[in-house]
C-alpha cells in the first residue's frame, strides 16, 4: 500500500532564506509526483509535475527532485518570501491499479517578514 | 479563462438531507475527481470518471453518488448515509488519468448539523 509522508508538518523561516521540503513514498512504482500550493479555504494549485523519468523539475525560485529508487522527492524554495506562506502537499500517481492518486498531509510554511 | 469551477463555496445542510455539490470545467479534460480534505489529513477519493458515463468508486464512497452525463459536470451528492458529511470537497480534473496533471477546483466547505 502506498503511503505519503511529509517531513516537517510545519516549519517557519524569516523572510529570504532558502528552504527544502521533503515527501517520502513507500512503493516506488510511480508514473509521476506533482507538488501542490494550498492557502487558507483555497483549492490546490499545481507547482510542479515530475513524470517518473524524470530527475527533477524548475519553476522560477522553486525545484523539485525526485530519487524513486529512494522513494523521495524535495521541494526546494529559494529567497523565501511572506507570499510563500501556505501548505504545500505532494502527490503520488500509481502506474497501476487505476492511476490513483496519494497525497500526503502538507507541510505548512509561514514565512516571517 | 479556462479552469474548473465549484458551487456554491460554503453549504449548510442539517442531517438527513441530501445535498448536491456542482463541479464545472471547461479545459476539455477527459478525467475528473472529487477529495475530500479533513483538518491535519490528506485529501482523500471519493470518485473519478475517465470518461462520460462512466465512473469508478474511490476509497471513501460510502454516502456519495457522482453521475457524469457531461464532458464538462461531475457533480457530487451527498446522501444521508454519509455518517460524517463536514468536510471541505474538492474537485479536479486532468486529461487523462496517467501522465498528466491534475487542476483543482476552489472547494466547496459542507457543514452538516
Known amino acids: 500500500k502506498q503511503e505519503v509522508t511529509q517531513i516537517p508538518a510545519a516549519l517557519s523561516v524569516p523572510e529570504g532564506e532558502n528552504l527544502v521540503l521533503n515527501c517520502s513514498f513507500t512503493?516506488?512504482?510511480?508514473?509521476?509526483l506533482q507538488w501542490f500550493r494550498q492557502d487558507p479555504g483555497k483549492g490546490l494549485t499545481s507547482l510542479l509535475l515530475i513524470q517518473s523519468s524524470q530527475r527533477e523539475q524548475t519553476s522560477g525560485r522553486l525545484n523539485a527532485s525526485l530519487d524513486k529508487s529512494s522513494g523521495r522527492s524535495t521541494l526546494y524554495i529559494a529567497a523565501s518570501q511572506p507570499g510563500d506562506s501556505a501548505t504545500y502537499l505532494c502527490?503520488?500517481?500509481?502506474?497501476?491499479?487505476?492511476?490513483?492518486?496519494?497525497f500526503g498531509a502538507g507541510t505548512r510554511l509561514f514565512v516571517k517578514a | 479563462d479556462g479552469g474548473i469551477t465549484q458551487s456554491p463555496k460554503y453549504l449548510f445542510r442539517k442531517e438527513g438531507q441530501n445535498v448536491t455539490l456542482s463541479c464545472e470545467q471547461n479545459?476539455?479534460?477527459?478525467?475528473m475527481y472529487w477529495y475530500r480534505q479533513d483538518p491535519g489529513q490528506g485529501l482523500r477519493l471519493i470518485y473519478y470518471?475517465?470518461?462520460?458515463?462512466?465512473?469508478q468508486k474511490g476509497d471513501i464512497a460510502e454516502g456519495y453518488s457522482v453521475s457524469r452525463e457531461k464532458k464538462e459536470s461531475f457533480p457530487l451528492t451527498v446522501t444521508s448515509a454519509q455518517k460524517n458529511p463536514t468536510a471541505f470537497y474538492l474537485c479536479?480534473?486532468?486529461?487523462?488519468?496517467?501522465?498528466?496533471?491534475?487542476?483543482f477546483g476552489p472547494g466547496t466547505r459542507l457543514t452538516v448539523t
Open positions: 479536479a480534473s486532468s486529461r487523462d488519468r496517467g501522465r498528466y496533471e491534475q487542476y
Open positions: 479545459l476539455n479534460h477527459d478525467a
Open positions: 470518471s475517465q470518461i462520460v458515463n462512466d465512473f
Open positions: 512503493d516506488s512504482a510511480i508514473y509521476n
Open positions: 502527490a503520488v500517481r500509481r502506474n497501476t491499479g487505476g492511476f490513483k492518486t496519494i
